[in-house]
């Protein structure tokens, strides 16, 4: 069983930036895909950006050169938030997958922290 707990969220103006950490119970490191989602009022949860056992990463189009995915030590999850738009508010989550991203459902998942983005 792995643990997660996230945090960092807050409000914030547009343009403005902010630093989501997650930290985990065990070593992920390079064990575990590890991920970011997020969910806005009345929208689904989508995921924002995942880094992959082989560190290879990936981003929702609308991230793309503004958010960037990153591991820490051994079990630290990192998603730096740049140029935040009013869309992006929503309740972040970081999630963990046995193996590979996306080859089956992510098993773990921390409580979630709030990021409000006002314009």
């Known amino acids: 069983q792995v643990q997660l707990v996230a945090s960092g969220g807050g409000s914030v103006q547009a343009g403005g930036s902010l630093r989501l950490s997650c930290v985990a119970s065990?070593?992920?490191?390079?064990?575990?895909?590890m991920a970011w989602f997020r969910q806005a009022p009345g929208k689904e949860r989508e995921v924002v950006a995942a880094i992959d056992r082989d560190g290879s990463t990936t981003y929702a189009d609308s991230v793309k050169g503004r958010f960037t995915i990153s591991q820490h030590n051994v079990n630290t999850l990192y998603l730096q938030m740049s140029s935040l738009k009013p869309e992006d508010t929503a309740m972040y989550y970081c999630?963990?997958?046995?193996?590979?991203?996306?080859?089956?459902?992510?098993?773990?998942w921390g409580q979630g922290t709030q990021v409000t983005v006002s314009s």
């Open positions: 065990t070593f992920t490191y390079r064990r575990y895909c």
């Open positions: 999630a963990a997958e046995r193996g590979d991203c996306y080859t089956g459902p992510f098993d773990y």
